[in-house]
């Protein structure tokens, strides 16, 4: 039965809750304008760091019980006791390779007509995140261009370089390190949304790793 994973509980097989709506929230964009008298519009600060930043965003899922109307109250208290005020991953079973990192609460009981109906709430970052990390691995000889291609959210991957030797990255035509094996960090190797191009020069294997995130 189609639901929704809050942490490592299972809305239908764990919490006896059926789906029946869901509300897939949209993070609203930070938006900043300053007003200049005696000028048409205004100067829109939005893009300031090179992209729009957003807000946290809400997702919300209504449940109803599945279990007699004498338990209703009891299965509330479950499911507050189990979900409410809460930090876990959120997995809908309708996305299965993204998560959310989510404050959980339990919002609200009614019943309606003997249907128990429990409405959860999910206060998550603006990103959803994919499960299994990115990973791109190249075995290098000579001069390769390697093209990583990346999700909405910019990430800064781990480069696990593995030679007897230095290789040289070359990133963005000004960003430019000699590195024999190890494993690395490099803050100014920042993937933007789409394809980043990463230039390598040398003999070995090179692997980069990094968490891709949606909107």
């Excluded at 339990?106 to 995140?129: A, L, Q, R």
């Excluded at 791109?136 to 370089?161: C, M, S, W």
């Excluded at 190890?182 to 920042?190: A, D, H, K, N, V």
Aim: glycine share 8%; proline share 4%.
């Amino acid at each position: 039965m189609e639901g929704v994973r809050f942490g490592n509980l299972h809305s239908y097989d764990d919490l006896d809750l059926l789906l029946v709506s869901k509300e897939i929230g949209s993070p609203p964009v930070k938006q900043k304008k300053t007003d200049i008298d005696g000028a048409d519009s205004a100067i829109d600060w939005t893009d300031f760091f090179g992209e729009p930043k957003y807000e946290d965003v809400t997702h919300k899922f209504d449940f109803v019980t599945i279990v007699p109307q004498t338990d209703f109250l009891t299965q509330y208290s479950k499911v507050k006791n189990a979900l409410h005020g809460k930090k876990e991953r959120v997995i809908l079973d309708g996305d299965p390779l993204y998560y959310y990192n989510a404050r959980l609460f339990v919002s609200k009981f009614t019943n309606e007509k003997g249907v128990g109906n429990i409405t959860i709430e999910c206060d998550c970052e603006p990103y959803k995140y994919k499960l299994a990390k990115t990973v791109v691995t190249k075995a290098v000889t000579g001069t390769q261009t390697i093209t990583l291609t990346n999700g909405r959210k910019r990430a800064v991957p781990e480069v696990v370089i593995t030679t007897d030797t230095t290789m040289r990255l070359v990133y963005q035509g000004v960003n430019i390190w000699d590195l024999g094996s190890g494993s690395f960090t490099l803050p100014e190797l920042e993937l933007v949304h789409g394809d980043n191009a990463v230039t390598v020069t040398g003999t070995g294997t090179i692997v980069f790793t990094w968490q891709e995130g949606d909107l």
